[in-house]
């Protein structure tokens, strides 16, 4: 059963914010929201993650609404070597598997 | 520089012939994962270990065997391969009994023949 819903693809342009949405209407109270992303076939890079509390850090910002069914992770001036497919995952606590879905394929245009 | 180190990158083989992925890492973490990517599947979770001695079956464990005899190694062996394991595979490493983000290492292209 997919926990989140995240649209296919998405296009930003160079410089500008990347707000990526995620659907994750059922996420329970100890469930926390993870953010990754993966640049062709590389390994997928970690990104950032919350529990309810909007976050940041040097790559990103994540912000996850009042009653937790959605989040956005913002790249605030996207650059060409952001183009990549990101994954939002929910997941309990520790030992669990992370299930990657197909995420939302982001093309950043010069 | 904190990195999970898999070898090799690419391998073909043949189907029946033992092998083994290695997967090394320099961060001291418990937690540690194998992965395969394949078009349209997405990427799923193969074995992990919580620790040294402790493994445990992800989601698509069959044909695979692990070992962790040591905290900083985890190999991924294929005692009879055979071409549906084709596939892009990932090993990952995480701290803190794996709740914060993972690590994942560059990946090793298999292809069976």
């Known amino acids: 059963d997919a926990k989140t819903t995240q649209p296919p693809s998405m296009d930003c342009a160079e410089g500008r914010a990347a707000n990526l949405p995620c659907n994750h209407s059922t996420i329970s109270g100890n469930e926390y929201v993870y953010w990754y992303r993966q640049i062709h076939s590389q390994g997928p890079q970690y990104i950032i993650h919350?529990?309810?509390n909007n976050e940041t850090n040097e790559m990103a910002s994540l912000i996850i609404t009042e009653d937790r069914k959605s989040s956005t992770l913002i790249l605030p001036h996207a650059t060409l070597r952001d183009t990549a497919v990101y994954y939002c995952i929910v997941r309990v606590s520790y030992g669990q598997n992370f299930v990657f879905g197909p995420g939302t394929r982001l093309s950043v245009l010069p | 520089e904190a990195q999970v180190t898999q070898n090799p990158r690419y391998l073909i083989t043949v189907t029946g012939k033992k092998l083994t992925v290695t997967c090394s890492q320099n961060m001291n973490h418990e937690y540690m994962s194998w992965y395969r990517q394949d078009p349209g599947l997405g990427l799923r979770q193969i074995y992990y270990?919580?620790?040294?001695?402790?493994?445990d079956k992800g989601d698509v464990p069959e044909g695979y065997k692990v070992s962790r005899k040591e905290k900083r190694n985890f190999p991924l062996i294929l005692e009879s391969p055979s071409p549906n394991q084709t596939s892009l595979y990932f090993c990952?490493?995480?701290?803190?009994?794996?709740?914060?983000?993972?690590?994942f290492g560059s990946g090793t292209r298999l292809t069976v023949v």
């Open positions: 270990s919580m620790n040294v001695e402790v493994t």
């Open positions: 919350g529990l309810k």
């Open positions: 990952a490493s995480s701290g803190e009994q794996g709740l914060v983000g993972y690590t």
